[in-house]
T-cell receptor
């Protein structure tokens, strides 16, 4: 049972445009959500997080939106840069240190 | 501040053998989690240790076990290796107040 789903395995975006990565979850007990970026042969690197008491969190070019009623979160990258090309994972937890990860979306930013 | 260190980086084992992977968390972090990454499956949660106690466990067979030492370093053991155990094994540490930080992983290949 996949509690966190990233339904788009891949996404291609032109440099300078917006990248939108989506994530859906099924467990209403999740109250903390994170996005990680992963390059090949490296461990995931934390990008940005959001608590369920918020619906938006920004950090530079990265913004995460949370829609609790739809059990949906998204990561916006504006403007997209070639260095952003990586696999992006969303993750969720419910007050524990057990993070449930999605299967990842491979983003390719075209120069 | 040193990051999460995993050793070894690469490992080749034969079916039926057992293997031990090591993880040194960030200094001061008491929570250590282990994940398995396989193509198309994202990061699957194995278990989480805090102060030498396993607090959370994923849905993996008993061949997968772990432990944590008093200095927070952790080891993961897989016995009776199967071909399907070939994966990237990632360790993450957390101080309990923020996101988890990942190591570079151990790439295990079972032949």
């Amino acid at each position: 049972d996949q509690q966190v789903k990233q339904n788009s395995p891949s996404l291609s975006v032109q440099e300078g445009r917006i990248s939108i990565l989506n994530c859906d979850y099924t467990n209403s007990m999740f109250d903390y959500f994170l996005w990680y970026k992963k390059y090949p042969a490296e461990g995931p690197t934390f990008l940005i997080s959001i608590s369920s008491i918020k619906d938006k969190n920004e950090d530079g070019r990265f913004t995460v939106f949370l829609n609790k009623s739809a059990k949906h979160l998204s990561l916006h990258i504006v403007p997209s840069q070639p260095g952003d090309s990586a696999v992006y994972f969303c993750a969720a937890s419910s007050g524990t240190y057990k993070y449930i990860f999605g299967t990842g979306t491979r983003l390719k930013v075209l120069a | 501040k040193a990051g999460v260190t995993q050793t070894p980086r690469y490992l080749i084992k034969t079916r039926g053998q057992q293997v031990t992977l090591s993880c040194s968390p960030i200094s001061g972090h008491r929570s250590v989690s282990w994940y398995q990454q396989t193509p198309g499956q994202g990061l699957q949660f194995l278990f989480e240790y805090f102060s030498e106690t396993q607090r959370n466990k994923g849905n993996f067979p008993g061949r997968f076990s772990g432990r944590q030492f008093s200095n927070s370093r952790s080891e993961m053991n897989v016995s009776t290796l199967e071909l399907g155990d070939s994966a990237l094994y990632l360790c993450a540490s957390s101080d309990g107040r923020s996101e988890a930080f990942f190591g570079q992983g151990t790439r295990l290949t079972v032949v």
